[in-house]
């Protein structure tokens, strides 16, 4: 009498083929979590680039003489709310006389789950026209 060869998965093979499966599916949860939250940020952090170089434009395009020197205003930025802070003041004085203006836009807002701000920092130089 010849003895047949069972095939097939015992319940032990299942139940290790379960787990494994398991172990990797929380595994890529968890690396789809942390990449939302990185894009998040991400998009935070080039709508504060948009709104301060949108500002600086502002600024560069008003005239030399009348540039205050400094104000501070609350921003919207995606879904958060943040301090954008123009700084102006008077740096460089050229060999003919001119004095340049350096200007200065630091948007700050705070992340959410982050315990650091998001920061934003832009600076130039504006000459007398």
Known sequence: MT??????????????????????LVGG???FFYANDSLKVANYRR?????AQSSMEQIK???YTTL???FDSNVTIGTLTGNRT???SNQIQDADGSVYKQ????LTWDQPNKSVPGQVVLDTYIAPK
């Open 103 to 106: 200007v200065t836009v630091n």
């Open 86 to 88: 123009i700084s102006v």
């Open 61 to 63: 395009s008003a005239n």
């Open 68 to 70: 205050q020197s400094s």
């Open 29 to 31: 949860m968890a690396y």
């Open 3 to 24: 003895k047949d060869k069972i095939t097939g998965f015992s319940l032990i093979e299942a139940m290790i083929a379960i787990i494994l499966l398991t172990l990797i």
């Open 47 to 51: 709508i504060a680039a948009e709104i």
